[in-house]
């Protein structure tokens, strides 16, 4: 999987610009707040329909521009593809091969892609939602069943939430067994792919890591929520756990288990990484994460994701930087740096320099 070009119109700081990217090492370098992030997101954002950084579409338009427009060219294992997103105020229209797609579902898969930077410590350091996100993220990318079943989960469940906040107590109870049937069939689904998915991941992560530290380290990852059985069998015990909570969730107003409230356990040398890695040791966990989940795309895709590396290199010593790119050689990666010479150590690569959202 390999994006060829990437036109930005309007997109941040881009007034217009197109990128031409080749098949291994693109680096994209440049002073700080010059445009090379913004780069980095578009690419991500016609992977997956939504951006990292932000939460309203309407932030990534040129100030001063009425829309914004981004297009990539590129190729999977089926052939090429072209997919272009306008951005509006208030809307937006993603195009697939010239085709409007009417769902984010329909986006997913097209172009996969793995995105890491500073910020993605989060993973290992912040709480529950940043160790669900990067799961959700990954998983919807290559299983679009996955993706519906999160979304219509979501709204079940803020209309669960809504209805334990009702006076009505009688009203309540009627309900609440319509909402829970339907809300374990799509959390059955959820946590049967997690489950998949953490199973691929926790080998790679622990290699990576072993590779990462010199086998200083053991990195484990494992779900802190056992579900046994299948799908049948996962709803059924879901929706016991449901019925056994009523009381609890009706004295807080919301529902208190479920798929939305699962966490990971991480440990280095058997201790708690959450609350006791070094800052070295949060950053290194969390590159081995990224680096296991390229490794799952090429498992379930047949071809490497696009790696995108936003300023990760001047955060790593330079043992781990040689490491880096020994482990990304086989794969298209886009990488932000302020100085190219000090982190390549002469490995071969396009380099691209960004000034003031312009290609020099």
């Not at 290559?142 to 209309?159: E, G, H, M, V, W």
Request: charged content about 30%; proline content about 2%.
């Amino acid at each position: 999987m390999k994006i060829k070009k990437l036109f930005l119109q309007n997109f941040r700081n881009y007034e217009a610009e197109t990128f031409e990217f080749s098949d291994g090492l693109n680096v994209l370098f440049g002073k700080n707040a010059q445009g090379k992030t913004n780069c980095a997101e578009a690419v991500f954002y016609l992977c997956t329909g939504a951006s990292l950084r932000i939460r309203h579409d309407k932030q990534l338009i040129r100030m001063g521009a009425d829309h914004a427009f981004i297009q990539a060219e590129a190729e999977n294992r089926y052939g090429k593809v072209t997919i272009e997103a306008t951005i509006y105020e208030n809307k937006r229209e993603i195009r697939v091969n010239g085709s409007k797609i009417a769902k984010n579902a329909d986006l997913m898969g097209h172009i996969n892609s793995v995105f890491f930077s500073p910020g993605e410590l989060r993973l290992i350091q912040d709480g529950p939602d940043e160790r669900r996100r990067f799961m959700n993220i990954s998983i919807s990318q290559t299983s679009p069943a996955y993706y519906t079943a999160l979304l219509r989960y979501n709204k079940i469940l803020d209309q669960r939430n809504s209805l334990l906040k009702d006076k009505d107590f009688n009203l309540v109870m009627d309900t609440l067994p319509v909402w829970d049937e339907q809300l374990c069939s799509y959390a059955a689904i959820i946590v049967k792919k997690r489950a998949e998915f953490l199973e691929k991941l926790a080998p790679y992560a622990k290699e990576y890591h072993a590779l990462l530290t010199d086998g200083a380290e053991e990195l484990l990852i494992k779900p802190d929520r056992k579900y046994e059985g299948d799908e049948a069998e996962i709803a059924k015990t879901l929706l016991h756990r449901l019925e056994n909570n009523y009381e609890k969730d009706l004295r807080l107003g919301f529902t208190t288990v479920g798929p939305h409230r699962d966490d990971l356990d991480v440990t280095i040398n058997g201790i708690d990484a959450k609350a006791y890695a070094s800052q070295g040791q949060t950053r290194t966990a969390a590159l081995a994460l990224k680096l296991s989940e390229v490794q799952i795309f090429k498992a379930l895709s047949g071809e490497y994701p696009i790696l995108v590396l936003d300023d990760v290199m001047s955060e790593l010593d330079l043992k781990r930087r040689k490491k880096l790119l020994g482990c990304i050689a086989d794969v298209q990666t886009i990488l932000t740096c302020t100085h190219a010479e000090r982190v390549l150590y002469g490995a071969e690569c396009n380099k691209i320099r960004i000034d003031n959202g312009r290609i020099i």
